[in-house]
């Protein structure tokens, strides 16, 4: 199957997450510089080591990872936003979006307006479209916003259509795992 098909949305079965376990991942097929904005909704089953994205354009474009060193970490066009949101395995929400980064437990941080990255790599979710990196996170939901006033570009909601994947609600695209294994789900 490909790593995105169209479907009828009728014949989905939601789930409550997906989850990778360090080799699975989603290529969103959205650039970074389409991209001005993202609300998603997460949980790192167990306290990671090193560097694993949650979601990422390229290491030091666009990266929202558990960092081992710091805690919940976002790095934003080249530069470190913010390095001690809170470390844990509980459910978390994070919204960058109109210039804020916020975070569920920790303080806002100030970001740029434009988009999320200068570089012409696609999002992933749980790797990084360059340094090879993977994650192990359940994912809830997720949006990305095609503007600053927040119109939706993507609504992604786990979902079984014959294997676990995401379903981009607007345009009734499917998206599957684009690495290695299948993806865990509830």
Known sequence: MPIREHIN?????FLDYIESTGTQY????????????????????????????????TLDNFTLANYSNYGTYLRYRGSDVYRSWPRNTNVNTCVLMNGVASYTGGPNKTISTLSLGSDNNNI?????????????????????????QGNLLRLYKPAFIGRPGLLDIINSDFYTNAGAGEFLYN
Not at 9 to 13: A, K, L, N, R, Y
Not at 124 to 148: N, P, V
């Open 9 to 13: 949305i009728s014949s989905v079965t």
């Open 26 to 57: 989603i290529d969103t097929l959205v650039k970074a510089t389409e991209c001005f904005g993202i609300k998603l909704i997460y949980q790192s089953p167990t306290l990671q080591s090193g560097y694993p994205p949650i979601i990422s354009s």
């Open 124 to 148: 992933h979710i749980f790797h990084s479209a360059t340094g090879g990196r993977f994650g192990k996170y359940r994912l809830m939901h997720l949006e990305m916003y095609a503007d600053q």
